[in-house]
């Protein structure tokens, strides 16, 4: 109801019309201007530039192999590399989720940072443990085991960095 005494206002209303006008302008500029870069002390705090590109560097490494591995375990098709390819594929995905939540070069919450890494951790060493299990004949599993292995001990250890 109030929309229609609204537009029929505007209909007959220069300068409400004017207004409306540039509001609804000012407001498309808004919603299209990109946020500028603001450097980011939290996340400084928490990593040191260093850190932070091992972390990274790391999360990237975890990824690739963990793709690469669930790839060649699937191309086996044995229902005893089931289990092994699912802790692959979701270690690939949680450790892209958190290479670009680190990433990010705007404003941190310490608390998804800890879940992140924590969940990071979780699923590595996870695919540590299933890849270990073929790491003896399966070259991409003992690729896969040790990455993992590698990537838990940074996540756990960063962890222990991070307050708040």
Do not use: K, W, Y
Not at 40 to 63: H, I, K, P, Q
Not at 105 to 110: E, F, R, Y
Request: glycine letters at 4%; aromatic letters at 2%.
């Amino acid at each position: 109801m109030e929309s229609v005494a609204l537009d029929a206002h505007l209909a007959t209303c220069a300068a409400c019309r004017q207004f409306a006008d540039d509001v609804a302008r000012i407001t498309r500029l808004v919603r299209s201007a990109g946020a500028t870069r603001t450097p980011d002390v939290a996340m400084a705090l928490m990593f040191t530039s260093e850190g932070l590109g091992t972390v990274l560097r790391v999360l990237t490494n975890l990824e690739s192999v963990s793709t690469t591995c669930a790839r060649a375990m699937m191309a086996h098709d044995t229902a005893a590399m089931v289990s092994a390819t699912r802790a692959a594929l979701d270690c690939a995905d949680i450790a892209a989720a958190a290479q670009r939540v680190l990433s990010r070069p705007t404003a941190i919450d310490a608390r998804v940072i800890r879940a992140i890494l924590a969940a990071a951790a979780a699923a590595a060493e996870r695919c540590a443990a299933e890849c270990g299990h073929h790491a003896g004949h399966h070259g991409p599993c003992r690729v896969h085991s040790e990455a993992a292995q590698r990537a838990a001990e940074l996540c756990r250890s960063e962890l222990q960095n991070i307050a708040g």
